[in-house]
């Protein structure tokens, strides 16, 4: 089922208006999910209440940490059926999730959040599961003396 832009577009607004970009075609998640791509949080947006009160703001609460992924993207279930589908295929093995929340190294998967875990929390704290990502996966590689 596809939602009406004039129903989703202000649910866009929470993520983009951090500085996350949209990829809503499957060619777009292809670039921003690409090889060489670095570290991407791709974030699966949706029209639920535990994604409006939970997972967007943590979102914006996690890019505000030290360490963050080189890009972070957005497709929005519902909206970008044929992007979603591209991130999923992305996420082979991975049961279907909206919201959640996935990074990824150079195109490939290596942290997720699903709806389970965002439903369960609060925005801090699903921000601080982020930042603990973060800081596994995105922190600068420091070299020994």
Not at 28 to 52: F, T, W
Not at 59 to 69: E, K, S, T
């Amino acid at each position: 089922m596809q939602y009406p832009e004039q129903l989703i577009g202000l649910m866009r607004q929470d993520l983009t208006q951090y500085g996350v970009q949209e990829a809503r075609t499957p060619e777009e998640v292809d670039r921003v999910l690409g090889p060489d791509s670095g570290n991407v949080l791709m974030v699966v947006n949706s029209v639920c209440g535990c994604a409006a009160g939970k997972a967007r703001p943590a979102v914006g609460m996690a890019l505000q940490h030290v360490n963050r992924p080189d890009v972070t993207a957005t497709v929005f279930a519902g909206g970008d059926v044929l992007a979603v589908a591209r991130v999923r295929e992305k996420l082979a093995g991975v049961p279907p999730s909206s919201p959640s929340m996935a990074l990824f190294q150079n195109g490939k998967p290596v942290f997720m959040l699903h709806r389970s875990d965002i439903e369960t929390r609060n925005a801090p704290a699903i921000a601080e599961l982020l930042t603990e990502a973060f800081d596994q996966y995105c922190a600068p590689v420091t070299k020994a003396s």
